[in-house]
């Protein structure tokens, strides 16, 4: 009786009589599992009495009794389910769910359950478990992929970052469409699990797809990996709110604090975090007043600790005290806890200089002593006013102690001191010749010691003396004497005077005009650390960022000249030569105001020809002028061989951009007429390995290779001929070749990788191990890792024996490889990794992915649709066997090889049958 979409059964005389006998007609069963069914989509009316609905459990349990262990059982428990839920017990259709859910139950079912399961979680971490164990169980049930999609949110949410970034593996790994998307996510949490080099190669990949995610992923990736320099470039004028932010952190580490306050000072509007960082860089260079109407308007004392600064807070609390004249002692006991370094030296100066001000009658001397031990600016004026007090005070000890100090920056002690000590002196001596007390005697020394020290430092015309001698090497240098000019400077005695700070950024100038770039690095960086914010900084920042320039320290010079960037010329120019030869030749374009070298260089390292657009070429360096007539050949050959002849180049040039024409064209005697150089060379090698027709012409590539190699064309040779070397099974000579590649730092990580390779051919497996190895830990970042990574995999499978070695590295390689193909491809081979250690239904899940993925056809699919249907006969699944075996010959043919071992094992399957 059906009422109210809900079949009710009243147990009669027969029904009893069926349980008891243990036997339910086949047919009755049938109808009623179908009413049962068919009932779960009707809608129940709100006439359902609370009696109906225990009236059919209590039927539903009677079948139960019977059919438990069977695939009957399975549509009863979720129907059980679905009406103790309508009852309001959520606690028992819970139990019956996790019941139902412990079955071997089909596709179908299970999506129903698990997913009704999913709602009754009672927490997000319960309802991300149970999703995520439907999507890893039943890989091709109906509602997976959303499934996993919001498993993997909800990890994330929780903070189980591992989870997420294996769900997230998982659906990039599975499913074709939004792949992409799926790897950035992946990116992101490799990063957030502590593994920048994976998401640092991964970011590079999809840079294209999402930019400005993966942009944030690259920079912060670099950042942990201590690649500052290559992050700034990377991120060098980023739209991303997070870049910028790291990126001005990043400078403030480092302490150049005024690029900070150019960068953030015009940019608006700032988040707190900006408006934090802003303020502490305004507090370095000195504008505290400033940076403290900053953090009490914006309340901005949390995010100090957010950041990094915890003593910021610290710092700019101990001034609001001090500037609203509240209690001095709560200040002095914070400046007291922060450390001797800037800008809490400053602190610590203002609040003595306060309390000297106010005729205060104690100085805190634990504020004083760092003060007059540590170097910072302007520490001389600083002194001075401690100085006076002391004198006020009738300090007279320390005040002639600071009087040493003092004569360190051309102050000399006045008269008054030097009698008032000569007194103390006279005073000690006459009571010892009276006394004959020795401690007097001792006493008159110690005075006597300290004036001793005052006079060798009177030194009154220093600072003349200096003005003098700059003078004397300026006029040196116009006539062109720099040997002389650098001697005269050098006979400076310093005797540990420091000069002001105008002087001591002069001295850094001299040096780089005399081209002394040792030396004008040690006196910009000496004076960076003496002066923290002083007029002159970004001059003294621009030359240390030059010395290195000259130097060749590229990475060294990009913190120093970054914040110059756009605002003074020498600066970008070099910035962009700097960026170029750390292999950045984009960042070309983003500058203004470039000289043509610049642009030529840029176009020739990127091959980017549009960005040498409309350069005056008359007057460029001839090197750079080859190699962009060469380049230009290739593209465009009438304009390049048009401007050769305006410029009036060189018979070899000509000949080199003869070759590059006639290769482009496939005139390969016409090139080797005209090849004269090693490049020419190299190329006719190089153009014979592409074409590769056959053994021949890698014959003629090693020939011409080798000539380049022999000319001096070393690395780049050296790395072609290893590799036809190998390619006609020498690998012993092509590991040879590789290893002379090794001195070229771009060839490194495939040099490596293919002496592992190599080294795998001859069966040196310990060898190829060890190289492979080099690779993934060396060269994490590039795509070439993946590949060693990929071959590590295939010989602990193959080799070693070792499949839970194997099985690790194909799951870290999983869902991350760059096409779809290649995932399915790894899907087979971690198949048989499971199948060889005794995996057997997971391996049979992995096999099954590749049919579905595989279209008809296709030899993966054919092989993978093979092996489940072995697995499933294995098992004892005879009909699914059966039915994949019969599809596997409807697809391939009778007369497929295949398909004869798929009849074989059919007529295994039926003599089974019939036994």
Known sequence: MIKSGHFRCQESKSWSKIRQNGVIPMLYLTVFLTILVSQQYSEPLDTTSFDSLSAEIETIDSVLDVVRGTPNEWPLLLRKAELLLEMGDTSRAKLTLNSLMRLDIDDSTAAKAYLLAAELAESDSAKAQILAEFSTKYPFASGRRDALLEAAALSEKIGMKRKALELRKMLASDYRDGRE?????????????????????????????????????????????????????????????????TEASILLKSGYWDYVVSMLSSAEPLSPRERAILSIALADIGEVELALGHVVQYELFDEFDSLGFPEMRRFFEAYEILNDMGDLDTAIALAAELPDTWPFLRLKADIVSKMADFGSDSLPYQLVTPLIEKSYYPKERTLLKIYRWMLDHGDYPNAAKLEVELSKYGYAPPKSVMQRLEEFKAYAQRLYEATGDTSYAVEAARWDSILSDLVQFKIDSLQERFDVLLTKIDSLLEDGDTVAAWSLLKLFDWNGFSLDEEDAAKTVELAFKLRRYAEAESLAVQYLRTYQAAPHRKDVLKLLGLVYVALGKFEEAVLPLYGLVGEDREATNAFAYVAINLGHPEIVKKLDGLSPNLKLRAAVRSGDLSIAKNVELGMLDESLLREFLVLLAEREPDRAFKLADSLKVSYILRAEMAVVYALKKGDFEFAKKNALSARSFYRIGVAYMRRGKGKEDLDSALVYLQKAFDMGELADAAFKIGSIHYAQNRPRKAIEFYRLALKCDTLKPLAFYNIGMAFKSLGEIDSATRYLNIVVDSFGTDEISLDAENSLAFIYQDELSDFDRALRLWNDLEGELQSYDDEVELKYWKAEALLASNRTNQALLEYLKVVKAKPKGDNWRATAMLKAAKIYAILGKSRKAEKLFRQLIDERGPGDQLSIVAEQELQKLNLEDEQ
């Open 181 to 245: 998307s799926q790897q950035c996510a992946i990116a992101r949490l490799r990063l957030e699990v502590g593994d920048p080099q994976r998401a640092v190669l991964l970011a590079k990949r999809l840079m294209a797809y999402r930019s400005e995610q993966m942009q944030s992923v690259l920079f912060r990736g670099q950042l942990l990996l201590g690649d500052t320099v290559e992050a700034l470039l990377n991120g060098f004028r980023s739209n991303s709110q997070e870049v910028k932010e």
